[in-house]
């Protein structure tokens, strides 16, 4: 069965400082991992994917991501953040050929001043 | 923006009487999902459609059914709501061609039930 375990329910972090979010999935083969932004209110949107090849992916807004297959991850990060970036982030877990995905249960990010 | 819209988009209803919410969209996509958001657990899978009448069950499907007797409508619908059912829910349509593999989702509708 596949899975997703986001261990932060909550990351407060100041503007301009830099952010990683965890994401742990269980997958039985080749995964393709997701991460998607939720702001209040809003409907989801993909911030970036990951199906094979570069390890390191870009997505939008700034953020990226990196796949580590030993340690079954894919964590987001951003360099510095700014205030809209403030919302709930969800990472996901399909593969190919499955078009189902396993969502985490979200993390929250608060921006302080 | 992959043509994804939920009707209603709000909603209170009383305990026992049936609900149904609708997804449509308008590029002919041939997967749609329904998703149910609480706090805590993410985005829950209930039904998930891969053609015209052809669906099944997600992990949280009872006390739902769906329908799909055309491409571009999907819809859920709650039998005898209850208050458990309280819940944002959101249509998906998955989408494929180009760079594209990915699910897009609907604005999302709150429902609250009494």
């Known amino acids: 069965a596949q899975s997703v375990t986001q261990p932060d329910i909550h990351i407060t972090v100041s503007e301009g400082a830099s952010l990683e979010l965890r994401c742990n999935y269980s997958?039985?083969?080749?995964?393709?991992l997701f991460w998607y932004v939720q702001s209040p209110g809003q409907g989801l949107q993909l911030l970036l994917k990951?199906?094979?090849?570069?390890?390191l992916v870009q997505g939008i807004k700034g953020f990226e991501a990196e796949f580590k297959r030993s340690q079954s991850s894919f964590n987001l990060r951003k360099p510095s953040v700014h205030w809209s970036d403030a919302a709930e982030y969800f990472c996901?877990?399909?593969?190919?050929?499955?078009?189902?995905?396993?969502f985490g249960a979200g993390t929250t990010v608060t921006v302080r001043a | 923006d992959a043509g994804i819209t939920q009707s209603p988009r709000h909603k209170v209803t009383e305990t026992g009487t049936p609900v149904t919410l609708r997804c449509h969209q308008t590029?002919?996509?041939?997967?749609m999902y329904w998703y149910r958001q609480d706090p805590g657990h993410g985005l829950r899978l209930i039904h998930y459609?891969?053609?015209?009448?052809?669906?099944d069950k997600g992990e949280v499907s009872d006390g739902y059914s769906v329908s799909r007797s055309k491409t571009e409508d999907f819809l859920l619908t709650l039998e005898s709501a209850t208050s458990s059912q309280t819940s944002v829910y959101f249509c998906?349509?998955?989408?494929?061609?180009?760079?594209?593999?990915?699910?897009?989702f609907g604005p999302g509708t709150r429902l609250t039930v009494t």
């Open positions: 996901a877990v399909g593969g190919p050929g499955d078009y189902k995905l396993s």
């Open positions: 997958y039985g083969a080749t995964p393709y």
């Open positions: 990951y199906f094979s090849g570069d390890t």
């Open positions: 590029e002919n996509h041939r997967y």
């Open positions: 459609s891969y053609g015209v009448k052809d669906t």
């Open positions: 998906a349509i998955w989408g494929e061609g180009g760079s594209s593999y990915e699910q897009y």
